[in-house]
Structures are given as structure tokens and as C-alpha cells.
């Protein structure tokens, strides 16, 4: 098991240092400057070159490449194009928790809906339940955020005013319901698709067979025998979901006016925010390394082969 | 059993969602005026060339406002005279008004201010305000380094002299812009950037910063120390809003979430002036801009004049106005809006779509045979790219001549037009938004300076722009204008598509919040609940 985590640490540096240099070299290959994003005139060649030298800007991209790099390794992310008053770190320290907040809320409503539900769809008998079900999870795998946030916005914030339109007071407040279901409805899919079909497959196996033959009831069969078992798929999907809810979704956090950090890597794209873009990218990367490696983790726990395999 | 325990589970789900929900929020008491605005990208005065100076504008005044017949209507000033020798501007100012701690704002100020404006290290995009100041170009582009020499000093507690270069009439419009307005010299000297940070800040305009979190929100309470009519409404409450800011005010405002919004997306557009209430709601302001659409004038076939009358000729203009605004655009024949002194309608190209045609063969397209394929180039804001298929098929229609269509992302397209300096291009949409009614803003600041990279040269538009810009008289500068104005209609370098109109929607409980000026600023610290 130690073994195990070292070596997934390990490789996680090259992965990191890849992600970088295809974030760095995109972003300064991409059309526009810093500072062409102005008003109505455009700004003075003499004061862009100045902007430039204050920021770096004028080195060779290599070194720029690399002093970036070396700052970032010190846990100096450098300052914001787009606000010259606050730096990368200020940025991620304010917009990171508000979309953790959000992502962590509607990951554990996706998983305390979609678990019940999807096997409530592999046991009942009932056409019209299981077909509800599947509507439900087949409206949220295909319908896109920016859609759903919309819909909810337009028909529970103006139609019915339950709930504000835009802005964010909070997660315990109704200005957090839209962006949370909006946020949960692709993950509560999955869960339950995934949830339901595993559900069906151990429901025949033999110590299912033999738990019931010794007269257990349902409920503990349910829970400790099959659904313990078909848990691993749905955590494998429940995690590939996790690493995007979390770190906040651009059109869900724009639509509904959430000061997120998916928003905020978005409008430091249009900004041609480099220091922004890059270190939001890396904190991106590290963010899914680790939920893939807790992802991981969760089988030690939950599978008992494959703890004895790592024994071996 | 199972059903049971099925629905506990369901049971624990709608509980968890419910406690998540807590209490709607109330409507709001009518202490606080509400609304959304894009994220400024500065809030620091001196630095703010974008939507920013909207939302400075409650907290920062400049010396003056100019009214609807040029006029200055003085604020921070107590006086603003010009000197016989047409070029020296002495500015009392009025001791009456001070920052919002109590302070006086004083000529030292003001003067401090100005001259970081035109710091290359301040890197500010509104120096170009000051390009009629002596020396101040060549102070902001590094050629020369001592401040002392750039024309703006202070000669009293309260006066100071503002020198330009040449006689420059246009200046008094620009001393009455909201780019030009002063910082606390001594908060910004101890503070630097983090000078504008709510705890730091200090503003000598009707309001006072009370808190800011970015991307969210920004406060703003009465300044108790403001000098001029202390405003009805307390306290303004902007939520932050970035993307689609027309949706969102909308949508807020239709669930009465706040009191203002600043523009409607073109395909509510209809529905709003449909709506018995909303309808009423509906505030337009023709703004002094245009959009339009123009020619690389280095290159053939654009060098044509018969080419680019063509063109022009054969644009249904009303058909843009309607597609991309219902309507509430208007109809823009020259470049140079009526409202600017200087135009004149009676300019505007005329011909029919026959006429076009026959000028497009004379060039030696007859049908558009053998002209080469072009490309119309466009930012992908503003509906343009909506005009460019729009032009591309009345183009096609009436002359037979293809055009492919290239849309650039906003900030992609700013750098692209740079680039345009030496790079050919075929035609491109651009506008341009007054920033002070004085034609030099036009004839000078747009075509002569030429930042769309037009590349319009003609020597007698030249001259009569250089005579216009010096001339004191305004009706012989007028006069001047108007001539160049003929030559630029005549020319085509551009051809006008149409003047936008700002649609605000104001709350019927909201009464005094009115357009100011050509920039269509609004002063919440004028307007009052009923």
C-alpha cells in the first residue's frame, strides 16, 4: 500500500510538469495580449513595452518558462494581469472554496440521491419507477450545464422567485440551490446509471443466493452484500465527476453569477491572464491527481481482492 | 420492507436539500439602489479606460460635465478660464469639495494625479486624454523623463495651470471627462496598487467605497464629506456579474432583484417592448457612435473608389438595425454622428443599386466577374458577426461578388487590428464611441490618428482637419469640419452602418436617474426612490 502511494506520487510529477508546459506555451501562443483588453482605443506601443518589462513579458519564453517555474516549485503563482492588486495565490485562496463548497455539496447530493435511486431502479418490478428513473438519468447525462442552470434560473428565480437569479450569498442560502442542482444532476446520472446496472449484475451471484437462503433480511442483503459490491463502479464514476464539480463549472458559475473558480480561469482565458491561467491549470492538475489517487484508495477499502493482490 | 426503507432514504435526501436552501432573501428595504456590473477592470480612476469608469463615476468627479451645447457645468471647479494666449487653462477649484475623510482636495492633488495618468509606469490606456498637454506625449512614451517639464502645475493651494502645446479648443470638452479625475496623492504614495482597497480608499465624488470582493460584490455609502448635493439614496449595492451581463441584469430585473439594468439582449429586445409594463420601463439614449464597416484603402481592389461606393451602395441598412436590435439602432448614412458639430447628413452617399453595379463593372467587375474573394473580419461581440453574414449577403445579392467571414474573440481581434498597421487586411466592422462631443474626437482622435488602421490619406482632408483642430472660432471651426466631412463621405474609406442606442430599464420607483453626457453616464447620487 505504501509502495503503491509512493510510486502514484511519483508519477504524478511528470504528468504535472507536461500539464505545465502545454498550459504555458498555449497561453502565450494565443492570439492578443494582456493588454489589449481595453476600451475604446487601443493602448500606446511605449506603454505596453513598459508593461511588458515590469511583468517579464519582454524575456525569451524560455526563461520566462523556467523563472515561472521556479516560482511556482516556492509556491509563488505571480501577480494577476487582471487585477494588478491581488496575485494568483490571493485568487485561488478566494475562488477555490467557494467552488469546493459548491462541488463538494452537490457531489454528496449526487451520491446520496443517486445511490438509493439506482437501486431502487435495479429492484423494483414497477415499469413506471424504473422508467421515471432512467428519464432522470438519461435528462441529466444529455442535457448541458449552461442548460440546466438556465431552465432552473428562468422558471424558479424569475418565474416563481424561490430563488435569487444571480449572485452568491453563501452555501446555506437559496442563492446555492440552482448552481448545486445544476452542478449535481450530470454526477447523480451517472450514479444512478452505473449504480443500477452493477446493482443488477451481483443480484444473482451466489452469496446473494446464499445470504437469502439463510433467511437474512432484505435490507441487510441490499446493503452489505450487494451493494457493497457493485459500490466500486459508481465511486470510479463518482470520482471521474468529482475532479470537474469541485474545481466549479465556467457556464454553471457564470450563468448564476458565482464568484467561483471555474468563472475565474474562464475570464482569465479572455484576459490573456498568463501567471492566472497557468497556475490555475497546475492547481486544476494537482486537484484531479489527487481525487484519482483517493479514487484509488477507496478500493483498498471497499475490495477486498484487490488488497490481497497488493499483499502478493 | 423495501419500500420503507426507500423512502427514508428519499425522506433524508429532501431534508438535506431543504436545509440547504435556508430562507429566501427578502426584498430589499428601499435604502439600497441595486444592480449588476461587469467587474471593473480598475478601480483605481486614474487607470480605468473601460466600463469601469461607470461604476468609478459614483465615487470619483471630475472638474466639470459638459451639458447638451458644449457648455461646462462646473463641479469640482469654482472656475475654468482660458488665458488669452489660447492655450493655458487656469482651474480654481472649489474648496468646498473634499475626499471622503474630510480632507481638502487640493490643486497638488489634482496635479499629482494628472501626471501619473501620463507616467509610462502607470501604464495607463487614458493618457491619450492628455495629448494636448505640452510635452505630456513625450513624457508617456519615455523620451523624455522630467515630470517638472509637462504642462500642469500647481499655482495655489487650490489653482492649477493646465498648458497645451498648440491652441487645442477641444480641451475644454476633455477637462470635463471622467478619465480625468483626481487621487489622494498621499494614500496612493503610502499604499501603491492596494491604495484602492475599501480600507484605503478615499473618493471625492458623492459616494465612498465601503467594501469589495471581487468577482461579487461592491458597496458603496453617501460620502458625508462631499461637497456638492448630498445624495437621496444611501447606499448602492452592485453584485458582480461577468459573460452575459445583459441576461443577468434582465433576468434580475424581471425578479425585481435590482433597480437598473444598462442594456437588453437584442432577442428580448422585442418582448420587453412588447410588455404593457416593461415596455415602460424602457429608457433609450442615442448614443454619439457609429458602427461601421471599412476597407483596407493600401490595397486593390479597396483603393477603388467606384469599388467601395459600390459597396456601399447596395447595404439595405434598415435590415441590419432590425436584425440586430428590433429597430431601436438607428440608421447610420455618415460617420460622424449628427450630433457632433461638424456633420452633416447631407453628405451621405447617394445612389441606387443599379448605379452600383455600373460603378463595379466601370472598375472592371462587371456582375463581379473576376473580383477576388475577400474577407469580412469581425470580433465575435456586438452582434457583429450577425452584420458581416448580413453585409456578406447583400454583397453576393446585388453584385455577385463573395465574401468569406472571419470571427476573432474580442481580445484576439483588438491585437488582430494592431497587427493591421502592417499587414493587409480586406474589410473589417469596427465602430467608434465618442468620448467627448467635440469632432475632433472624431476627425482627429478616429481618421486622422487612425487606431482601426484605416489607412485613409488624403492631403486635403489633412490640412482642413490640421486648420479645424488649431481654429478658436467654433463657427469657423465648424465650418472647417464640415468640409472635411464632405471629403471623408466622398472618400468611403468607411462606410457608416448605424448609430447604437443604449436601451436602460429603470424601476418605476426610481425617479432622477438621468443620461449625462456623451459617454450616457448615469449619477445615482442624483436620482432618488418615490
Not at chain 1, 457493497?228 to 463502479?233: Q, S
Not at chain 2, 504614495?189 to 469589495?212: C, D, Q
Not at chain 2, 472571419?406 to 468620448?435: C, H, P
Request: aromatic share 10%; with cysteine; proline share 6%.
Amino acid at each position: 500500500m505504501l509502495s503503491f502511494l509512493i510510486k502514484r506520487i511519483l508519477s504524478a510529477i511528470p504528468t504535472l510538469l507536461i500539464a505545465y508546459t502545454l498550459v504555458f506555451f498555449i497561453a502565450h501562443a494565443t492570439p492578443g495580449s494582456p493588454w489589449d483588453s481595453g476600451g475604446n482605443r487601443p493602448i500606446e506601443p511605449s506603454i505596453k513595452a513598459v508593461l511588458d518589462a515590469k511583468y517579464n513579458l519582454d524575456k525569451p519564453l524560455y526563461v520566462q518558462y523556467t523563472s515561472y517555474l521556479w516560482n511556482a516549485l516556492q509556491g509563488d503563482f505571480g501577480p494577476s494581469y487582471r487585477d494588478r492588486t491581488q496575485s494568483v495565490n490571493d485568487i485561488v485562496a478566494r475562488f477555490l472554496p467557494v467552488s469546493l463548497k459548491l462541488g463538494a455539496a452537490a457531489m454528496l447530493l449526487a451520491v446520496l440521491l443517486g445511490l438509493p435511486l439506482g437501486a431502487l431502479a435495479a429492484l423494483t418490478r414497477h415499469p413506471a419507477v424504473d422508467g421515471l428513473i432512467r428519464m432522470i438519468s438519461t435528462l441529466g447525462i444529455s442535457m448541458p450545464t449552461y442548460v440546466v442552470t438556465s431552465i432552473l434560473i428562468v422558471s424558479l428565480g424569475v418565474g416563481l422567485g424561490l430563488v435569487p437569479t444571480f449572485g452568491w450569498k453563501g452555501l446555506f442560502t437559496a442563492s446555492s440551490l440552482v448552481p448545486i442542482f445544476s452542478l449535481a444532476l450530470a454526477p447523480l446520472a451517472a450514479v444512478i446509471r452505473c449504480f443500477r446496472t452493477s446493482m443488477l449484475e451481483v443480484m444473482n451471484l451466489d452469496f446473494v443466493r446464499t445470504a437469502r437462503a439463510k433467511g437474512m433480511k432484505p435490507l441487510p442483503i441490499i446493503i452489505h452484500h450487494m451493494g457493497r459490491n457493485a459500490l466500486i463502479p459508481a465511486i470510479t464514476v463518482a470520482g471521474s465527476y468529482a475532479a470537474y464539480v469541485l474545481v466549479g463549472s465556467f457556464f454553471v458559475e457564470s450563468i448564476a453569477g458565482i464568484p467561483g473558480f471555474g468563472r475565474y480561469f474562464v475570464l482569465a482565458i479572455a484576459a490573456r491572464d498568463y501567471p492566472v491561467i497557468i497556475g490555475t491549470t497546475l492547481i486544476y492538475a494537482v486537484i484531479v491527481v489527487v481525487i484519482n489517487l483517493l479514487v484509488d484508495l477507496s478500493y483498498f477499502l471497499l475490495d477486498p481482492r484487490a488488497r490481497l493482490e497488493q499483499g502478493r | 420492507m423495501l419500500k420503507s426503507h426507500v423512502l427514508k432514504a428519499f425522506a433524508i435526501a429532501a431534508l438535506f436539500t431543504t436545509a440547504l436552501a435556508g430562507p429566501v432573501d427578502a426584498a430589499s428595504d428601499k435604502s439600497a439602489f441595486r444592480m449588476i456590473v461587469g467587474e471593473p477592470r480598475y478601480m483605481d480612476p486614474n487607470l480605468a479606460a473601460d466600463f469601469a469608469i461607470y461604476v468609478n463615476a459614483q465615487l470619483f468627479q471630475p472638474l466639470a460635465r459638459t451639458d447638451k451645447d458644449g457648455n461646462l457645468v462646473l463641479l469640482q471647479a469654482k472656475s475654468i478660464e482660458l488665458a488669452p494666449d489660447g492655450r493655458t487653462w487656469k482651474i480654481a477649484l472649489n474648496p468646498d469639495y473634499k475626499w471622503s475623510n474630510g480632507q481638502p482636495v487640493t490643486a497638488a492633488d489634482w496635479v499629482y494625479s494628472w501626471k501619473r495618468i501620463l507616467d509610462p509606469k502607470t501604464g495607463s490606456e487614458t493618457a491619450s486624454f492628455l495629448s494636448d498637454v505640452e510635452n505630456a506625449m513625450d513624457y508617456n512614451k519615455g523620451t523624455l523623463t522630467d515630470a517638472e517639464k509637462v504642462g500642469i502645475k500647481a499655482t495655489g493651494e487650490y489653482t492649477f495651470e493646465v498648458v497645451t502645446a498648440l491652441p487645442a479648443p477641444q480641451f475644454r470638452a476633455k477637462l470635463a471627462l471622467p478619465y480625468l479625475t483626481p487621487v489622494p496623492k498621499a494614500v496612493v504614495e503610502e499604499f501603491g496598487e492596494k491604495w484602492v482597497a475599501p480600507e484605503h480608499m478615499l473618493s471625492n465624488g458623492p459616494y465612498k467605497l465601503v467594501s469589495r470582493v471581487n468577482d461579487q460584490s461592491i458597496v458603496m455609502e453617501a460620502n458625508p464629506h462631499y461637497g456638492g448635493a448630498k445624495p437621496a439614496i444611501p447606499r448602492i449595492e452592485m453584485t458582480i456579474a461577468s459573460g452575459d451581463q445583459c441576461t443577468a441584469q434582465l433576468r434580475a430585473y424581471e425578479a425585481d432583484e435590482i433597480d437598473f439594468t444598462t442594456c437588453v439582449p437584442s432577442q428580448d429586445i422585442a418582448r420587453i417592448r412588447g410588455d404593457a409594463d416593461l415596455g415602460k420601463q424602457l429608457d433609450p439614449f442615442a448614443l454619439a457612435a457609429t458602427e461601421w464597416v471599412q476597407f483596407d484603402m493600401r490595397q486593390a481592389p479597396w483603393s477603388d473608389k467606384r469599388v467601395r461606393h459600390a459597396l456601399a451602395l447596395v447595404i439595405d441598412r434598415q435590415a441590419i438595425v432590425t436584425a440586430v436590435s428590433d429597430g431601436t439602432n438607428r440608421i447610420a448614412t455618415t460617420i460622424v454622428p449628427e450630433s457632433i458639430p461638424g456633420s452633416n447628413t447631407a453628405d451621405a452617399l447617394k445612389g441606387s443599386i443599379e448605379g452600383a453595379k455600373k460603378l463595379l463593372a466601370e472598375a472592371g467587375f462587371p456582375d463581379g466577374k473576376g473580383f477576388p474573394q475577400f474577407t469580412i473580419s469581425t470580433t465575435s461581440t456586438r452582434e457583429r458577426p450577425l452584420i458581416a453574414q448580413l453585409l456578406q449577403q447583400m454583397w453576393s445579392d446585388n453584385l455577385g461578388i463573395q465574401a468569406n467571414i472571419n470571427v476573432l474573440e474580442a481580445n484576439a481581434f483588438r491585437a488582430w487590428v494592431q497587427t493591421r498597421k502592417t499587414e493587409k487586411y480586406d474589410i473589417m466592422i469596427n465602430g467608434w464611441w465618442s468620448d467627448y462631443a467635440d469632432p475632433a474626437n472624431w476627425f482627429g482622435d478616429l481618421v486622422t490618428a487612425d487606431p482601426r488602421q484605416n489607412h485613409f490619406t488624403n492631403e486635403a482632408f489633412a490640412e482642413i482637419v490640421k486648420k479645424a483642430d488649431a481654429e478658436t472660432d467654433p463657427a469657423k471651426r465648424a465650418e472647417l469640419y464640415r468640409q472635411a466631412n464632405k471629403i471623408l463621405e466622398e472618400e468611403q474609406p468607411m462606410t457608416a452602418l448605424q448609430n447604437p442606442t443604449d436601451l436602460w430599464m429603470v424601476k418605476p420607483d426610481v425617479q432622477g436617474l438621468a443620461h449625462e453626457g456623451v459617454l450616457n453616464m448615469y449619477h445615482i447620487g442624483e436620482a432618488a426612490f418615490k
